[in-house]
């Protein structure tokens, strides 16, 4: 049930698709359950209180956009750091190339050296990343596609599990996935109430 609600949180609907906005409510609640009530849950349970409902920016079709994906013709290597000091092996995949709000940018895709390539691994950081979003970076997971077009929709970006317990190891953004533009959508930290409006 816990990975089945994550992989609803890090896949969501496209715009256009009837009922979006439920549907990926839906999908926030189903994960709520999960990390409440599974025994696999990486919320510890003293902080249960504290980090449940998870908080996110209201659901905004604009952060949902296509995407077409130029593969890498070496599939280079590196080694991304990780909130436990360790070193992890990725190869890039590709470039996903699209415009948000007017402007042209781009994300890499990643995969973990030596695991099946079920889905594209893509994490960034952005403006908000150590204000109002965890300051190590938030993800994104990707379905492969036989046309290389995408939707790349950041109402289903999620805080890694390291964020909830300092047991975990998350790998952290590499600086070509760094967005110099503000993400205001997907999971973000709770407001506290003197920023709450």
């Known amino acids: 049930m816990l990975a089945a609600a994550v992989g609803l949180a890090g896949c969501t609907p496209g715009p256009g698709v009837e009922d979006y906005a439920a549907k990926i409510a839906e999908a926030r609640a189903e994960k709520d359950a999960a990390f409440q009530s599974s025994p696999d849950s990486p919320i510890p349970p003293d902080k249960k209180n504290v980090l449940l409902p998870l908080a996110y920016y209201p659901i905004d079709e604009m952060y949902a956009v296509p995407a077409e994906l130029e593969m890498s013709r070496d599939r280079s290597r590196l080694q991304i750091p990780t909130s436990t000091g360790k070193l992890r092996d990725y190869e890039r995949i590709g470039t996903l190339r699209f415009s948000l709000k007017g402007t042209v940018t781009q994300l890499t895709a990643f995969s973990e050296v030596g695991q099946p390539l079920s889905r594209l691994f893509v994490p960034f950081a952005d403006e908000t990343s150590g204000t109002e979003t965890y300051a190590a970076g938030r993800y994104l997971e990707l379905d492969p596609t036989v046309t290389g077009i995408y939707v790349i929709d950041f109402n289903g970006a999620y805080h890694p599990f390291c964020y909830y317990n300092t047991g975990y190891d998350c790998p952290y953004p590499p ?14 930290l709770p407001e506290t109430p003197r920023a709450a409006r």
């Open 175 to 188: 600086a070509e996935n760094r967005l110099a533009v503000p993400i205001r959508a997907g999971e973000r």
